[in-house]
């Protein structure tokens, strides 16, 4: 019997640490609340008119996450980071002890290559922080697709932490370290060439793209970048800023197209810390709102917020990870129905009392 119990307890502890992820609790994302389900899949994309800006020794490539409203909810679950990609994510976030596994296990609520809905829709474009892999936005993307958009979520080459191409390379943030208002121009001119390839009549997502409902949203670097963007490509009709600083000014000439600022009340007030906003406010002359979060963080606008929380890593008194997303989805999706589909959205109008955090500023 001895032997047995000792037998017993060796084989336990050998299992143990085989799998030291599944020994923790699975992180995961809140399911998006639209009523369709969600199809994902990935594009490899080569724009061949220009080197990339940052490792000039080929062309700009970048990898891109479609999400779009399924027909049905087949195929596996989407992967949320290779094991590579996770473990660059946490080593540059300053949390290289939480094993990378724990990400890489992640599955999302999308499932890859299911056939998607016909017929077609607005498509909102979606930009990540500096050195934030892009499905970082996956929590957000996943709703609008649920509620029947279709997102581009694009990966800007050599701006993250470990980004996984389908022949096995890894690239690094080579651009980390370098002056940000760089981004903003090159970020313009990924999102022209991602629209250029989707609404190309060869493309089969042009079969899926309304062509005059183009909308985009970043966070942080990605929501600076956000303006460029609509400056030099008219085809964006709609533009969201989620808690990012506008360093390189709007032009004077303005855009008078619509725009959403969502940010972190201790940030972004018209008397706080941030002065970029303010300063910026007035040449955007179409419909616009100033919106802030009260105890948002940084990242309770993306997953990190969420997963930071499940993590326990979440600063104290900051925002709980799923009421940051459940209020970016709320608001941002509003905001597209409303400028790119004309729907209804008193949301969008002032203070409610279901969402006591959010204070307006227009």
Known sequence: MRRLLVTAVALAAMVSLASPASAAPRLTLPPPTGSHPVGSTDLHLTDRSRQDPWVPTGPRELMVSMFYPALLPVGPKRPYLTLAEAKA??????????????????????????????????????????????????????????????????????????TAFPDGRVTECAACGSD???????????????LDTLTRPSSKWSWLIDRTKIGMAGHSIGGYSTPTAMVADQRIRAGADMDGRLWSPIPESGIDRPFLLLGRESEYTP??????????????????????????????????????????????GTLGGERGMALTR????????KHLRGGSQPVLDGPVAGNPEIKFWN
Do not use: M
């Open 180 to 194: 940000s208002t760089l981004l903003p121009p090159i970020r313009a001119l990924d999102v022209s060439f991602v």
């Open 271 to 316: 008397t706080g810390p941030d002065t970029t906003w303010a300063a910026n406010w007035p040449n955007l002359t179409g419909w616009k709102r100033w919106i802030s979060v009260a105890a948002a963080g940084h990242a309770s606008f993306t997953d990190v917020g969420v997963l930071g929380e499940q993590l326990g890593i979440t600063p104290p």
């Open 330 to 337: 709320a608001y941002v999706a509003a905001f597209f129905d």
């Open 89 to 162: 994510f946490l080593t540059e976030s300053g949390v290289p002890d939480i094993d990378p596994a724990r990400l890489a296990e992640i599955r999302t609520s999308a499932r890859v290559d299911a056939p998607p809905l016909p017929g077609k829709r607005a498509l909102v474009v979606l930009s990540p922080g500096f050195g934030k892999p892009r499905t970082t936005l996956t929590g957000l993307a996943e709703e609008l697709a649920s509620k029947g958009f279709v997102v581009a979520l694009i990966g800007h080459n050599y701006e993250s932490h470990g």
